[in-house]
């Protein structure tokens, strides 16, 4: 199988030559992390006041993690290094609690984040001669613009259609005959749902690949829509407190993820003793950042389980694979590729006075798509026996969740004592998707 | 005279309608004027009831949300264009009707209707100027 590489110099290095690289870019990275006040005050405790004080990589483990709570309040600048002026891009998530998860980018960082999406893009086997349509959402998630700007590095034609429009998005990969797509796995097998309506004829599109991710799905999945499309699906793996897509993705091959190390310290911790694990086992994963300078991010604690394979891929890259997400460490859902917590749920519900303390969250599959449904218990007291009132007041519910979730959720009313009550701690949460 | 009708909250779940039903009956409530006004995930059942006050304790004690709503029930002659007529008289006097809905007995040749309207009050002084007539509750009672 021919094996395209972007710089393949770097990707192939020998061990100790990779392990020389992190380690200068580690020690580079602490300096910058002593800039901002938050990591200036965790490695003082710990004993590590320059980079000096890092003399190898074992020194990594003297560092104490850093969570998703720690970047919130850090909100805004506690983690920031550089003046704002040399920041060129914010890329932001919604967060559990109304304080957004804020992550800068300098001019540099842009350039060498870019550089690993274009070494991902090409890995692939996908080249400048590519049309590609990029399907996921553009703005403050990373996935859009991450994707645009490798592709349109490696010379891809880059059609930037973003998320949504289901008409639109076959009529587009009809009149370009778009050859590679970015988009969520359920996404895609949606859009193919909808291919008969629409009209698609086989021979009608000129598909190859697709590049998947932002949402957890399984082997099964990938078969079907390969089977479905005649198409090579790719998983990606990224987040954006580690720049966005682009931290592992998968080769040729198609055997799991390589993560770029010379840009990524990767730990797989048990998640209960914080311990690191052998190779092959499964655990938390753990990532520090080598390449952003704005923003360095040290352990930082992803809460996706999963696993490193420990023997090398056919393809000759050294870089070590990670095997696709098996869970998740937390309680975060991740619905048609958007994370939402219970908690946002939780907290805008209890915000409006017509509804009582009871709630359930549903999530369900309609056809190829996640369907989130949140189901309420109505005060009795506010009923006033209007049906009229209680349609707005579903409207204003809806409208309220989709402001903190960016998502728009089924709203159900129910009646007082119907939901099941909590006994201890609540099960609030129903997940009926298929693991398959 | 205004006549209080019974609000309840229907989830939509399977037997819910006939829960509220067979608890009036087993009770001796007897039910006069039925509408439901639905929407995709829940129904509100209308109801005019001998025993209102009597009605409304025993649906929240088992439960249900239910309230009281002012309605007004007027007669109107069984005959084509009954309906119109009084409809006229509401237009032409800029009285607004949310809804409306038929009782499930006949009094006499006349048929009664049960209107809810945006104005309560100006709505009876309107019918009353047009002697047209309003049932009052000790008939709803005795029906």
């Known amino acids: ?436 | 005279m205004k006549i209080t009708q019974i609000s309840v909250f229907l989830e939509n779940r399977k037997g819910r309608l006939y829960d509220v039903c067979s608890l009036l009956g087993a009770n001796h409530v007897n039910i006069r004027a039925l509408t439901i006004a639905e929407t995709e995930s829940f129904g509100v059942l209308r109801i005019v009831v001998d025993k209102c006050d009597a009605a409304v304790k025993l649906l929240r004690d088992n439960g249900f949300v239910a309230n009281f709503t002012d309605v007004v029930a007027v007669e109107v002659p069984d005959t084509p264009g009954g309906l119109a007529t009084v409809l006229k008289i509401f237009a032409d006097n800029d009285v607004n009707v949310e809804y409306m809905y038929g009782f499930v007995e006949k009094h006499s040749d006349k048929a009664l209707l049960v209107f809810r309207f945006e104005d309560t009050d100006t709505a009876q002084q309107v019918l009353a100027r047009h002697s047209i007539s309003i049932v009052t509750r000790q008939e709803i009672e005795g029906l």
């Open chain 1, 1 to 436: 199988m021919d094996v395209p590489f972007w710089n393949k110099q770097v990707e192939t290095l020998d061990r100790a030559s990779l392990q020389a690289i992190q380690l200068e870019r580690f020690r580079e990275m602490v300096a910058w992390a002593l800039k901002t006040p938050f990591y200036g005050k965790k490695l003082a405790s710990v004993g590590i006041a320059s980079p000096d004080d890092v003399k190898s990589l074992r020194d990594l483990g003297r560092i104490p993690f850093t969570v998703k709570d720690d970047l919130r309040r850090g909100f805004p600048r506690g983690l920031l290094a550089v003046e704002m002026s040399e920041v060129v891009r914010i890329h932001s998530s919604s967060g559990t609690t109304g304080i957004p998860t804020v992550i800068y980018f300098a001019r540099d960082d842009l350039d060498r984040w870019t550089d690993l999406l274009a070494r991902s893009i090409t890995a692939t086997g996908a080249s400048a001669r590519d049309i590609f349509q990029n399907m996921m959402t553009y703005g403050l998630f990373t996935g859009g613009l991450g994707l645009h700007y490798g592709a349109e590095r490696v010379g891809m034609t880059v059609i930037p259609i973003g998320g949504g429009n289901t008409k639109r998005q076959i009529q587009t990969m009809k009149d370009f005959q778009t050859t590679v797509l970015h988009v969520t796995p359920s996404y895609l097998l949606h859009i193919h749902s909808q291919f008969e309506s629409e009209g698609v004829r086989p021979g009608d599109l000129a598909l190859t690949r697709a590049f998947i991710g932002a949402e957890p799905h399984s082997e099964n999945t990938r078969r079907k829509i390969e089977d479905l499309l005649g198409i090579q699906a790719f998983n990606s793996y990224g987040l954006s407190e580690l720049n966005g897509p682009g931290v592992a993705f998968e080769c040729v091959h198609r055997k799991d993820m390589h993560v770029w190390e010379d840009a990524y310290l990767i730990e797989i911790i048990d998640p209960k003793t914080g311990q690191n694990v052998e190779d092959g086992q499964e655990g938390e994963v753990v990532l520090t950042n080598l390449i952003r300078r704005a923003m360095p991010i040290l352990r930082y604690r992803t809460r996706d389980l999963a696993f490193l394979h420990p023997e090398p891929c056919e393809c000759g890259r050294t870089h070590r694979r990670l095997s696709r997400i098996l869970g998740r460490t937390d309680d975060m859902l991740i619905i048609n590729g958007v994370n939402v917590f219970p908690s946002q749920i939780e907290e805008k519900i209890m915000k409006v006075p017509e509804v009582a303390t009871n709630y359930l969250i549903h999530v369900d599959k309609k056809g190829a798509l996640d369907r989130l449904t949140v189901k309420v218990e109505i005060y009795p007291k506010l009923f006033l026996g209007e049906a009229a009132r209680l349609e707005a007041l579903r409207t204003r519910i809806r409208e309220e969740l989709r402001s903190s979730i960016v998502i728009s959720p089924n709203v159900e009313l129910h009646e007082p004592g119907s939901l099941p009550v909590s006994e201890g701690k609540a099960k609030r949460v129903i997940d009926e998707r298929p693991k398959d």
